[in-house]
């Protein structure tokens, strides 16, 4: 998903560009030549060769840089991108651009290439992988509207690997920004599409790593020291789209248990983002997008209680587990594959990048102030709320508990996202011994509230209680949650 956006987004004007990237399955790519606003239209055909350079360690992809020579026409150019941060959100990259005499890249002394990577280890660039397409491009004009279709289909290999391409992006080249979305829902009418958040070049890079079929954990996200509360806004919510949509092809793909935790983990981390920022971003769609991430997180939740399940009662399942897990996998998966789910995942992204709270807030002060004075704000609530709510934690009923995890959950979420604005080796320090605390107190809580919920399910199933759950685990478990609560509290801030 790429995003193109300028200041003058957040201060009320329309952007001048705006892009948006898709992915549709290959059999459905051949339906969008017989879309209505396509029908009359002949594309511009290109046939494209990209060859993409790193070292054998992948310095280049380690610093952020892609190196790729792209052959179409007859012609050769080399390409130079620096990357932003993560691919997914609000974001732009400088780039360089030149002819080159063949398919070899030239990175002489006078390269820019040269600022950014020693020349050392350039000189260990080789071919990486290859990405050979095949582009058509219209222009058409929607709603009034001008806007370029982009549908690249071909493949990516590196060794004998090799992995499909199927994807379309829209940019708009004149016109309101809002009418790239609805064209993109208009088409996704007929023609099932998703959010891409992938470029090429990281397929590329995935294929060697043999990743492609691996569930993926929340990356890192760096906000620069002066990005400002909505720019880190976006930037996470970014992120946690790319989480959940990395983990949902791979769910849909391959259906497992870790997949499917990381798509929910995804899903929490952007309802708490949400919840996070309410002050600054609620505005007249905020309550309908919190409340259909809750309904996508909802039916993705019976197939996860079901796996733990499983876990606790080992392979020797009954057959009525095993039949409702099934079916609980079945109903996560036709929830992914609604069009209600992927229509979802496109309006995130336009009220992120559209929305009133962006375009007309009603606190502008407050969206363009630095985010790190948001965000030290935002722990030091969240640390007097779970240090009020945690109190004789031993003595809480289950519910009162689950009310101290749903905090701990929410704390933890925002120290990973505002971790990046405190970068002195004290808070360094300070954060690593916080969070450490706060795992364990997360972690413990999460067992705790298994074991409270599980009964239900084992009556379900007429499974014997203390088989599957002994009282003993309870109290040692209890115990260490009390502790790392205190351990928690006793912690000093990062912030």
């Known amino acids: 998903m790429t995003i193109e956006t300028t200041d003058r987004l957040s201060s009320g004007d329309a952007a001048s560009e705006i892009e948006l990237k898709l992915e549709i399955d290959q059999a459905a790519m051949d339906r969008l030549t017989t879309a209505e606003i396509l029908r009359n239209t002949t594309p511009k055909v290109i046939h494209q060769v990209s060859a993409y350079f790193d070292t054998p360690e992948q310095d280049l992809r380690a610093a952020g840089v892609s190196l790729r020579v792209r052959t179409a026409g007859g012609k050769h150019v080399q390409t130079i991108k620096v990357s932003g941060g993560a691919a997914a959100g609000l974001f732009a990259r400088p780039e360089?651009?030149?002819?080159?005499?063949?398919?070899?890249?030239?990175?002489?002394?006078?390269?820019?290439?040269?600022?950014?990577?020693?020349?050392?280890?350039?000189?260990?660039?080789r071919q990486a992988f290859t990405v050979t397409i095949t582009r058509k491009q219209w222009v058409v004009v929607h709603d009034g509207c001008?806007?370029?279709?982009?549908?690249?289909?071909?493949?990516?290999?590196?060794?004998?690997?090799?992995?499909?391409?199927?994807?379309?992006?829209?940019?708009?080249?004149?016109?309101?920004?809002?009418?790239?979305?609805?064209?993109?829902?208009?088409?996704g009418v007929d023609i099932p599409m998703r959010l891409g958040v992938l470029t090429k070049g990281e397929r590329g890079y995935r294929l060697i790593d043999a990743a492609m079929s691996d569930a993926i954990k929340a990356e890192r996200l760096d906000l620069a020291p002066d990005t400002t509360t909505a720019e880190a806004f976006a930037q996470i919510v970014g992120t946690c789209l790319r989480h959940f949509r990395l983990n949902e092809n791979v769910l849909r793909r391959h259906p497992g248990p870790e997949a499917l935790h990381q798509a929910r983990v995804a899903?929490?981390?952007?309802?708490?983002?949400?919840?996070?920022?309410?002050?600054?971003?609620?505005?007249?769609?905020?309550?309908?997008?919190?409340?259909?991430?809750?309904?996508?997180?909802?039916?993705?939740?019976?197939?996860?209680?079901?796996?733990?399940?499983?876990?606790?009662?080992?392979?020797?399942?009954?057959?009525?587990?095993?039949?409702?897990?099934?079916?609980?996998?079945?109903?996560?998966?036709a929830a992914l594959d609604s069009k209600r789910t992927r229509d979802l995942m496109i309006d995130v992204v336009e009220w992120t990048a559209l929305g009133m709270w962006r375009t007309q807030p009603l606190d502008p002060k407050r969206v363009h102030a630095p985010a790190a004075a948001f965000a030290s704000e935002v722990l030091r609530k969240l640390r007097r709320r779970i240090k009020r709510r945690g109190r004789?934690?031993?003595?809480?009923?289950?519910?009162?508990?689950h009310q101290v995890r749903i905090t701990a959950k929410k704390l933890r979420y925002a120290t990973g996202f505002f971790q990046s604005l405190?970068?002195?080796?004290?808070?360094?320090?300070?954060?690593?011994?916080?969070?450490?605390?706060?795992?364990?107190?997360q972690d413990h809580l999460g067992i705790l509230n298994d074991l409270a919920t599980a009964p239900a399910?084992?009556?379900?199933?007429?499974?014997?209680?203390?088989?599957?759950?002994?009282?003993?685990?309870?109290?040692?478990?209890?115990?260490?949650?009390?502790?790392?609560y205190e351990r928690l509290m006793g912690s000093k801030r990062f912030w």
Do not use: C
Not at 291 to 300: D, H, N, T
Not at 423 to 439: C, G, I, N, V
Not at 459 to 480: C, K
């Open 392 to 401: 004789d934690l031993d003595h809480l009923d289950d519910e009162a508990r």
């Open 96 to 125: 360089w651009e030149h002819e080159v005499a063949g398919f070899e890249p030239e990175i002489e002394t006078g390269s820019p290439i040269h600022t950014l990577i020693a020349g050392k280890t350039l000189g260990k660039v």
């Open 267 to 333: 899903l929490r981390r952007l309802r708490s983002a949400l919840s996070i920022f309410k002050p600054v971003v609620a505005d007249d769609r905020f309550a309908h997008l919190a409340s259909e991430l809750k309904w996508l997180a909802g039916s993705l939740g019976a197939a996860r209680d079901l796996d733990i399940l499983r876990q606790r009662v080992g392979d020797a399942s009954h057959p009525a587990l095993l039949a409702a897990h099934e079916d609980a996998y079945t109903t996560a998966l």
């Open 146 to 187: 001008t806007v370029e279709l982009v549908a690249d289909t071909g493949s990516v290999s590196a060794s004998d690997r090799v992995t499909p391409v199927s994807e379309l992006e829209l940019e708009l080249k004149d016109g309101r920004p809002s009418a790239i979305f609805a064209l993109a829902r208009e088409l």
């Open 457 to 484: 399910l084992l009556d379900r199933f007429g499974l014997d209680h203390e088989t599957v759950l002994p009282v003993a685990e309870r109290e040692p478990i209890l115990s260490d949650a009390t502790d790392a």
């Open 422 to 441: 405190y970068p002195d080796k004290r808070s360094r320090r300070r954060f690593k011994a916080f969070t450490k605390h706060l795992e364990a107190l």
